[in-house]
């Protein structure tokens, strides 16, 4: 059986290496169009940057290894142009002497990956983007001696982009279409995102277009000009689907191979994996283009199984991912707010503000947590943290729960590892649980901080029960201060009415919610309290 795999890197080169270590006696053939076949394109950008300073360091696999190993035919610079599906063959041409032929196989795996999105813009041409160890030796070589660069495109890459220019001491500005970076963040969420970007250096232009790249210039829609000795084009990137397009396959209308549970396109000797096929989503089953090393690395094992036991199930995707930005963790899985409004689903919001160790043992953090819930299953449909370390680790664990159905309310019940310099008896995410439990059992009630203008215009009263220190250094307008520990004393104070109560993150705001049910009174806690508030309307 001849297996002929089309590029390499995760997908392929898990497809490649699984098979063979199922099946000692199949032919493989790895035909990549650049020049390296295993790499870590996720650490690229740090290679620019010389946080990885040995090049060789990004090269996991050569030809040579992979065919001393593996016995794997891996065939660089070589470009697949055409799949004949009748005669089960593939065209094939040397992209450095021309040179073609053609390769029959008996299964084909896709694994070409995704493309840099290049939009029209005049001058673009001389906008780099980073795909593969070529275009990391041509940004390494543009950088050399620049004293400025600009940036378009505030999604992962462009952010890692803009850290590592920064630290070879260029002036960097960064262009965003859209007003934030980080798309897969909600707003009040990404704020500590822009200050720290901000407090870096770098130059930020939210909601704003580039309409020109000059020769040491970029123009933006307003008129601005940048100065940009270097340039970056970090706007994204859409599935690499011309072959199978052109082999008759099925794609999606916007662009991404079409594949069952097994990775099998449409022909059924022809698999797909990888940045260049579209997903099962973990919580609606829609389509999506999801492009993720860890997906497409599963996707190469999980079609090898298929090819040679005749068994194998995909996974559906959460999304969960996770960026570095000038010593921040930003991470998140599943759906946003902003997703779940678009679709019109109902959700509930839960924000968080824990440290990330026990505040009394040394060097303890702020993290901000959000969990989206569904308010009638407790269903858990999405989590985004940004904080300091121990960001990833909840975030790993909230994806987790997420795949094996624990509630939102069972986060409050899971037993995780605990010392002082690791987390808290009650972790954050035990914290997130119980709120989500109050929630559910109708024990509180929570406002969201987009919620509060309205409600406090149709009349609620806000009362702030943080001390008069922390009102007198920054509140919100129209709010009453009483101090928790005051608020036993001072109840005759409160307002008839809708009783709206805060605090600084939230727990105080809780007990004060607590104490006023005791007393008849019904009120809402502001969920996240001022932390979150402040985040939400500093744009």
């Not at 041409?125 to 990391?136: C, F, G, P, Q």
């Not at 928790?484 to 809780?510: K, N």
Request: aromatic share 4%; charged share 20%; proline share 4%.
């Amino acid at each position: 059986m001849r297996v002929v795999i089309i590029g390499g890197v995760a997908g392929g080169m898990s497809a490649a290496t699984r098979l063979r270590r199922l099946d000692e006696h199949a032919e493989i053939v790895v035909l990549e169009q650049s020049g390296y076949v295993s790499f870590a394109n996720c650490g690229l950008p740090y290679h620019v940057g010389g946080v990885i300073e040995e090049r060789s360091a990004l090269l996991l696999q050569t030809p040579e290894s992979l065919g001393s190993r593996f016995r794997i035919d891996v065939r660089v610079n070589t470009e697949a142009t055409t799949i004949d599906r009748d005669a089960k063959t593939v065209s094939v041409r040397h992209t450095l002497t021309g040179e073609t032929g053609t390769l029959s196989y008996d299964a084909l795996i896709l694994s070409p990956g995704a493309r840099p999105v290049r939009p029209p813009i005049p001058g673009i041409e001389r906008a780099l983007s980073l795909r593969t160890v070529e275009d990391t030796d041509r940004i390494v070589a543009a950088a050399a001696g620049a004293r400025s660069a600009v940036v378009i495109g505030g999604g992962f890459i462009g952010i890692e982009m803009a850290e590592n220019l920064v630290s070879l001491g260029m002036t960097v500005s960064l262009v965003e279409a859209l007003d934030q970076v980080m798309a897969p963040l909600d707003p009040e969420m990404v704020q500590p995102v822009h200050d720290a970007l901000r407090a870096h250096g770098v130059d930020l232009h939210l909601g704003s277009a580039v309409t020109a790249i000059g020769d040491d210039t970029v123009v933006l829609a307003e008129g601005t000009r940048l100065p940009a000795e270097l340039v970056i084009a970090a706007i994204g990137v859409r599935p690499q689907d011309t072959l199978a397009v052109d082999a008759g396959l099925d794609v999606h209308e916007r662009g991404g191979i079409l594949v069952d549970e097994v990775n099998r396109t449409s022909d059924p000797h022809i698999y797909a994996v990888g940045d260049a096929v579209i997903k099962r989503d973990a919580l609606d089953g829609g389509q999506v283009a999801v492009p993720l090393a860890n997906t497409a690395n599963l996707q190469g094992r999980r079609a090898a199984d298929h090819i040679a036991l005749g068994v194998g199930t995909g996974r559906a995707v959460l999304g969960t991912a996770i960026v570095g930005v000038f010593g921040l963790q930003v991470a998140a899985t599943g759906w946003n707010e902003k997703r779940l409004r678009a679709a019109g689903r109902p959700y509930r919001a839960i924000h968080t503000h824990p440290a990330n160790h026990a505040g009394y043992y040394p060097g303890a953090a702020g993290m901000s947590l959000k969990l989206l819930v569904d308010p009638d299953t407790d269903r858990i449909l999405g989590a985004q943290g940004v904080g300091g370390n121990g960001v990833d680790k909840r975030i790993d664990v909230i994806a987790s729960a997420i795949t094996g159905g624990i509630t939102a309310s069972g986060l409050a019940e899971l037993e995780l590892a605990y010392a002082p310099q690791f987390g808290s008896a009650k972790d954050p995410v035990n914290m997130l649980g119980f709120v989500a439990e109050n929630l559910r059992s109708g024990v509180s009630a929570s406002i969201q901080w987009h919620e509060l203008a309205d409600a406090m215009a149709d009349g609620a009263a806000l009362i702030d029960v943080r001390t008069p220190q922390e009102f007198e250094a920054g509140a919100i307008h129209g709010a009453i201060n009483i101090p928790l520990d005051d608020l036993r004393d001072r109840l005759d104070e409160l307002p008839d009415g809708d009783l709206i109560v805060h605090c600084a993150v939230g727990v105080r705001g809780h007990t004060a919610l607590r104490l006023l049910a005791g007393h008849g009174h019904t009120a809402r806690n502001l969920d996240g309290g001022y932390t979150t508030w402040k985040a939400g309307t500093s744009r």
